[in-house]
């Protein structure tokens, strides 16, 4: 059974800094990443990487401000946040599709909040 396990969620000033992890188990994953969402509004991609050549995709809205990275043994994925704004509050998933079926799997989700 395949489990996402988030963390790392929390409320930050904007300027500052938050990284989410992601734990997977139960499954190799081609792929992980992380998508948001706000109320009213559809999950969109943040950033995610495959395991092709660890290739990455960005939201232009976070390209130079999120790095995400991923490490095959522990099978997690961290999305490192810098320079967070008002605009990246939303409840963010860990994304993962399994490898050769790319079958998708979602976590629980984990809110961010940015506000002074």
């Known amino acids: 059974q395949v489990q996402l396990v988030e963390s790392g969620g929390g409320v930050v000033q904007p300027g500052g800094s938050l990284t989410l992890s992601c734990a997977g188990s139960?499954?190799?994953?081609?792929?992980m990443g992380w998508y948001r969402q706000i109320p009213g509004k559809e999950r969109e991609l943040v950033a995610s990487?495959?395991?092709?050549?660890?290739?990455?995709v960005y939201a232009d809205s976070v390209k130079g401000r999120f790095t995400i990275s991923r490490d095959y043994a522990r099978n997690t994925v961290d999305l490192q946040m810098n320079d967070l704004q008002p605009e990246d509050t939303a409840v963010y998933y860990c994304?993962?599709?399994?490898?050769?079926?790319?079958?998708?799997?979602w976590g629980q989700g984990t809110q961010v909040t940015v506000s002074s």
């Open positions: 139960g499954g190799i994953f081609w792929s």
């Open positions: 994304n993962a599709r399994r490898i050769k079926t790319l079958q998708e799997y």
């Open positions: 990487i495959s395991s092709s050549h660890d290739t990455t």
